[in-house]
């Protein structure tokens, strides 16, 4: 007998005549939240990222400001107006500037799916600043909004702040494998 | 389980007694649990429909095991539409030979590993070295781990009993190209591992994972970190192999709203952890294999009491609040599976046997708060009874337990002997008197909290 085979017939011995097991989804899968926006700059700013709220007019001037004279990676798609007076570096850039897919207002995360504007995941993962600017439409309250969204056939980064380490001491240092820096820019 | 971890030689009442002597360790534990613990109760206070959610995850695992069988080739057939490769492994050994093939089948001779415990239980990376293959751990505290010759401690925190002091040693020891000049600054060492790892990253043409979650219906799988290290490791080698036990599979893609809420706040006690990243198949032009095990989980899904401890989502919250842990450590438990989890999962995984995995079932002293915190509602303390009952205890055995028996074994003894402890800690005896005074012979009793673990409990939690 293969393994398939075997395992397959050991779980079969194993769960014969075990009850039917029903359901019950009584959490949340909308909620109320009535300041999207607040909310979650608030808790993005939990996890130590910086975040800007500002008029959508006014993203591609800021963008300028705060990439400066560092080389960025431009991913495709991504909106021509945003890449304005941004310089450009591809192997040896410093940082990345995206869009997103969708964010999430009650935990504070942005989930990227390798969409227009998003890169690849190797593009948002190995400079170390990542510079991201998230649409008020694209935020939704909670978890349960956001998976019913999202494309499981796309390959997706939630992105929760900075990567983080609690593992000396449960001491919390910031910045390892991933980008050192999460800047959020919420375009309202 | 047929690979044993070598954690202790003993059974569980000779290690917990060499650990609770070592106050390092016991400080360090206390310092982690405590901290986690609270962050959690913020996190999952914040969440009005928690108990609505854990009652869901509950139910989803309970399908999800109920028709394994069907769910399995449902998510063999997605993975494999989606262009991956499903491999199944009866036991440990078959699961190393498969992993070591697949690798030799690159040419390579080295591969980067993101934290598994799956790979962790079948010994996955001393096959490998027998083969000629280097396996390198790339999370922080693996790193530490492994480059201190060393196993494991917690789920969560693996290195937890180490301190600073000995991290910046053990990097300037083994690391090799760690700075001569390295504080003991943990940003300083999170720095060094960076950049030790960086270009390994950069190198490595094969990758090894876990995963938290697979999905059946979609073919996803899911995993959830903090560091990178894991999106490293899945993102840039050409080839992914995943060996994920078969017990962790969810029906639906819907379900995800479920894991994703309870996994975050009952393991690190966050909102939701740093990076959590899902693929379905090859992605981006990579190789993907995924190996599914079994070693035991079949054993376990035939047992209707035990079965339940494959519900498991690995979180640690049990570990966090159990009081024998927190004096014990998780080397006493002699297993990739430390803590309440530990006690139930590996006697059944492994059989008992061994005088190690006989002793498990009294690891506890019933005080529920395991099941409390337990976001799939794993009637802990439940499975612990069943397991005392089954196991094949010889008389040298059957003393040696009722020593430690008589502490941790019986809750309303256990909770008077801490009361009484608590009244008279001015007068702190050395040592308890009749039956216990063998277990406090290696046990500080000043270490007796003025209030008992099951009073603070009823007033602190569940209040
Ligand atoms: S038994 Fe429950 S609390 Fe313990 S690790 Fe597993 S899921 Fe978490």
Known sequence: MSAREEILARIRRAVDGAPEVEIRRAYRTTSEVADLVRLFAERVDDYRAIVHVIPAAEVPARIAGLVGDRRMIIPDGLPREWAAGVPAGLHDADGVVTGCAVAIAETGTIVLDSGPGQGSRAQTLVPDYHLCVVRAGQIVPGVPEAVARLDPARPLTWISGPSATSDIELNRVEGVHGPRTLEVIISS | MSATFLGMPGNFPQNSALAVQDSQLRYNLRKATHTIRGKRATVVGELSDWAELRAAGKAIKDETLRHLDRYLIQLEEAVT??????????????????????????????????????????????????????????????????????????????????????????????????????????????????????????????????????????????????????????????????????????????????????????????????????????????????????????????????????????????????????????????????????????PQLRGMSSALDASLPYASSLCGACFEVCPVAIDIPEVLVDLRAKAPHGPAERAGMRVAGWIFNDHVRLAKAQRLAGRLRKLVPRRLPGPASAWTDTRDLPEIPAESFRDWWERDERA
């Open chain 2, 81 to 346: 539409r989606a262009g991956g490769t499903v491999h199944w492994a009866r036991d440990a050994a078959e699961a190393n030979r498969i992993v070591a093939g697949l690798v030799q089948a690159t040419g390579e001779t080295e591969v980067v590993k993101v934290k598994s415990m799956a790979t962790q239980e079948i010994g996955l990376n001393e096959a490998l070295a027998e083969q000629g293959i280097t396996a390198y751990e790339t999370d922080l505290a693996e790193l530490i781990v492994q480059l201190g010759d060393d196993f494991p401690s917690h789920i969560l925190v693996p290195a937890i009993h180490r301190n600073r002091a000995e991290i910046r040693d053990i990097f300037l020891d083994r690391m090799g190209d760690a700075p001569p000049d390295l504080t003991d600054e943990p940003a300083a060492l999170a720095e060094a591992a960076r950049l030790h790892l960086r270009e390994r990253f950069l190198r490595s043409k094969v990758a090894i994972s876990g995963a938290n979650f697979m999905v059946a219906e979609t073919g996803t799988l899911v995993v959830l970190e903090s560091e990178g290290n894991g999106r490293m490791c899945l993102t840039l080698p050409e080839t992914l192999i995943s060996v994920v036990g078969i017990e962790k599979l969810l029906p639906s893609w819907r379900d995800l709203e479920v894991f994703l809420q309870l996994l975050p706040r009952s393991s690190t006690g966050e909102r939701m952890n740093p990076y959590t990243s899902t693929w379905t198949g090859s992605v981006e032009g990579q190789d993907f294999h995924l190996v599914l095990l079994d070693n035991g989980r079949t054993d376990v899904l035939a047992d209707e009491v035990g079965r339940q401890a494959l519900r498991c989502i690995r979180c640690s919250a049990c570990l966090n609040v159990c009081p024998v842990y927190e004096r014990a450590g998780g080397h006493a438990y002699g297993s990739v599976y430390p803590g309440p989890i530990g006690a139930i999962l590996t």
